[in-house]
């Protein structure tokens, strides 16, 4: 996305994207603007209050500016700051270090690979939507 809200191609900015004033109790971080809308779509459609990032970046100038949510779902592989980078910018910061962070992969096994992160969870892709609802309410147990 470039500054203003649209993509380098001129298109509108991604339903999903940011709005101002949202406190949302789930952040979704993926730079897919299509999975993050149907991410932040099946969330809210569940309940929840939920807002969605364009990356690490973004999620971190969104955590900067709201509430922190009670928890974090983010893409691993993400160009300009990948899952672990995020994990590791949020953990610097007191605030936001108790936070839950499930990251979201299409690497097999990367759980084990990167348990050292100090994550919440992984969802490995193409994951069913009911593991998704499992984990929500595990987490946050039913929406407010």
Known sequence: MEPGGTSKAGSPKSRSDILSGVEAQILVVDDDDDLRDALVETIADRGYSV?????????????????????????MTMPGMDGAELVAELNKDARLAATPIVLITARPG?????????????????FKVEALFELLARTLGDPA
């Open 51 to 75: 807002a969605g990032a364009n990356g690490g970046r973004q999620a971190l100038d969104y955590l900067r500016d709201h509430p922190v949510p009670r928890l974090i779902l983010a893409d």
């Open 110 to 126: 990367a759980a084990a690979e990167l348990g050292e992160l100090h994550v919440s969870g992984f969802l490995e892709k193409p």
